[in-house]
């Protein structure tokens, strides 16, 4: 089984500051890793993943996020936010060749950005 | 092309009805999953379907939970006789049978309101 800890529930930042969404996970098993966003009264999408490779991840619109087996992190950055990267953040894990691939999320870390 | 659908947006249902949630996946999916994603609990898996292969059933909270899917296309997930702590927005996923299997495509939701 795995479990995803994102360490802050809020994080208030201005625009143009840089910020960092963590996440940590446990799991007996090598795993996948995700980060999704939820806008407002949106649905949740995929804003960048780890399969496999470079442990380093970037989304189209500027995020980034590192693999680091050693302290079971996959912590999310972005060196430049804008008001329109208000949204919760959901960290989530799957454990590979676990039935499914089920998603197991974290709480969410919500992210807002003040002019 | 068309990303997931459910239906209906929002339902408000008296406690002790029972409900039926609708999801259609993206065309040529394999792979559907339902989530709940609720104050306090976060996001949940339910239910994972692969194909003709048996759903898993894990993540169902009660035995008051199913659901079926239909020609391997369209899932509903039935709430027998509800309750107030069923009130959450239902979060239907889907997966292709690929590489990418591991990139689940999530609906809008529905959003149960038990009274």
């Known amino acids: 089984a795995q479990s995803v800890t994102q360490l802050d529930s809020q994080v208030p930042v201005f625009e143009e500051a840089p910020v960092e969404l963590r996440c940590n996970y446990s799991s007996s098993v090598s795993v996948y890793l995700f980060w999704y966003v939820q806008y407002p009264n949106q649905g949740l999408q995929l804003l960048l993943k780890?399969?496999?490779?470079?442990?380093l991840v970037k989304s189209i619109n500027g995020f980034e996020a590192e693999f680091n087996k050693s302290q079971t992190s996959f912590h999310l950055r972005k060196p430049s936010v804008h008001i329109s990267d208000t949204a919760e953040y959901f960290c989530?894990?799957?454990?590979?060749?676990?039935?499914?691939?089920?998603?197991?999320f974290g709480e969410g870390t919500q992210l807002t950005v003040n002019p | 092309g068309a990303g997931v659908s459910q239906s209906p947006s929002n339902k408000v249902t008296e406690k002790g009805k029972d409900v039926e949630l609708r999801c259609d996946p993206i065309s040529g999916h394999t792979a559907l999953y339902w989530y709940r994603q609720s104050l306090g609990q976060g996001l949940e898996f339910l239910i994972y379907?692969?194909?003709?292969?048996?759903?898993?059933k894990s993540g169902l909270p009660s035995d008051r939970f199913s659901a079926e899917r239909t020609g391997g296309s369209v899932s509903t997930l039935t709430i027998q006789r509800t309750q107030q702590e069923d009130s959450a927005v239902y979060l239907c996923?889907?997966?292709?049978?690929?590489?990418?299997?591991?990139?689940?495509?999530f609906g809008p939701g529905t959003r149960l309101t038990v009274t």
């Open positions: 379907f692969q194909g003709n292969s048996a759903p898993d």
């Open positions: 780890y399969l496999s490779g470079s442990t």
């Open positions: 996923a889907s997966s292709g049978y690929t590489r990418s299997s591991y990139e689940q495509y």
């Open positions: 989530a894990v799957t454990g590979k060749g676990t039935s499914g691939s089920r998603l197991t």
